[in-house]
């Protein structure tokens, strides 16, 4: 079992940015790939991005790609995700997930472990 916390998100204007982070709770250097989910009111859970347990694979929604970066800091129990040019259709509680031993997936039914949420409200 891994507990996952994230933190960071908030309320922002169009064009704005935010990062936020995903701690958790046992290391996860050699052995858990990596996600972030988000979920719109009203809306079906949709897949953000996804990091493999190394770092060196790295996916992106359609909707994301070229303003959203993620990336690990394994020595810190740490995923982030860099929300840049954030739009009001970005507005959605944000979630990271884990899944141990596995690669870096799109599908949410492959990662057990999930974090809380944490919001992210973009205003226009």
């Known amino acids: 079992q891994v507990q996952l916390v994230e933190s960071g998100g908030g309320l922002v204007q169009a064009g704005g940015s935010l990062r936020l982070s995903c701690v958790a709770s046992?290391?996860?250097?050699?052995?858990?790939?990596m996600g972030w989910f988000r979920q719109a009111p009203g809306k079906e859970r949709e897949f953000v991005s996804a990091?493999?347990?190394?770092?060196?694979?790295?996916k992106y929604a359609d909707s994301v790609k070229g303003r959203f970066t993620i990336s690990r800091d394994n020595a810190k129990n740490t995923v982030y995700l860099q929300m840049n040019s954030l739009k009001p259709e970005d507005t959605a509680v944000y979630y990271c997930?884990?899944?141990?031993?596995?690669?870096?997936?799109?599908?949410?039914?492959?990662?057990?472990?999930w974090g809380q949420g944490t919001q992210v409200t973009v205003s226009s």
């Open positions: 990091v493999s347990w190394s770092g060196g694979t790295t």
């Open positions: 997930a884990a899944r141990f031993r596995g690669v870096a997936a799109i599908s949410g039914n492959e990662y057990p472990y």
């Open positions: 046992r290391p996860i250097s050699s052995n858990y790939a």
